[in-house]
């Protein structure tokens, strides 16, 4: 009885857990989409007219937020493109929301240099 039990939540459990990996997996793209446009839109703005009258040295800083964004995003699309399992999709999502935040940081930087 105890091992019916037994097997019956092993089972209930298993069947649990593979939808998650699956849907996670499916989320990575999604990450990586926000991280992108993110990056792309300060990219963008760092070649307007207004980026002219900022400070080379303060430029420098806001490019070295997006390297590290563009860093992060290429990391997140390696574990996504070999993973070993769930864990890896885990560590692209957080590597693509460290990616976006780096990105983030960035465009507020630059915005507040422009005196905006």
Known sequence: MKKKL???ASAATLLLLL???TAQAFECPKHFAEA???ID?????MKGAMSMSVAKEDMA???ALLDD????LISA?????SPQGSF???RAMAKADAALGYASAADKYHFKLMGM
């Open 69 to 72: 964004a563009k860093s992060w």
């Open 61 to 63: 800083l806001v490019h």
């Open 77 to 81: 699309k390696h574990n996504h493109e």
């Open 88 to 90: 890896d999709h885990a």
């Open 19 to 21: 939808p998650w990996g």
């Open 36 to 38: 992108q446009a993110t």
């Open 6 to 8: 037994l097997v019956m």
């Open 41 to 45: 839109k300060v990219a963008k703005d």
